[in-house]
């Protein structure tokens, strides 16, 4: 079995939640064949002892003036600009055509801006979703919770678009992971 692993974060070391969960899916998935993995990472490249290619990518900046602005305009979430950039467009785009992968793992919503990218892919493989969160359900409570209006009002419309990608997401599919009952209940 051929997987590829998409990720908005290196996991190594596995020191949160996050990384945890991702560490022990990619080292599980080796056990049953070969993972390529396609990440960014925060400060100094990485390659996995239990991937066979691993290729890392500056984490582009988020939360950038740009960025806020285009949350605005396009109908991408926030949550998918902060973490989209022409280098890991690029890669991924090659990897998914020059390799035949049976299953393609995209760690969290993040990754979706690839989405249209995966579905060119090669062989047609399963593409799996991994949940750490529903970005949506967090972004309604920020938005509950602040006091500012104009912070407010940009966290509910980021939490309309990320339910309607969520929504997308969950139709189109082959499978998802989650961390709870509730969770999969909901997505």
């Known amino acids: 079995m ?14 949160t939640g996050a990384k945890l969960r991702e560490y022990h899916l990619a080292r599980q998935l080796s056990l049953r064949g070969e993972v390529d993995l396609l990440a960014f990472h ?28 285009a949350g605005l305009l396009s109908s991408q979430p926030l949550s998918l600009l902060n973490y989209h950039s022409g280098e890991m467009a690029a890669a991924v785009e090659r990897t998914v055509a020059g390799t ?35 970005e949506s359900e967090l972004m309604d409570r920020f938005a509950a919770n602040t006091s500012n209006v104009a912070k ?25 992971v989650v961390c709870s009952e509730r969770e999969r209940v909901a997505v």
């Open 2 to 15: 051929k997987t590829l692993f998409l990720s908005p974060r290196q996991c190594d070391p596995p020191d």
């Open 42 to 69: 925060a400060g100094r490249p990485f390659a996995p002892d239990y991937c066979r290619r691993a290729e890392t990518f500056s984490r582009p900046p988020r939360y950038t003036a740009g960025k806020i602005a």
């Open 100 to 134: 035949a992968y049976d299953t393609i793992v995209v760690e969290s919503v993040h990754m979706a801006s690839y989405r249209h990218l995966l579905s060119r892919a090669a062989g047609r493989p399963l593409i799996v979703y991994n949940w750490h969160n529903i």
């Open 152 to 176: 407010k009002l940009y966290a509910r419309m980021t939490a309309g678009r990320l339910r309607r990608l969520e929504a997308e997401l969950c139709r189109s599919a082959a499978g998802h």
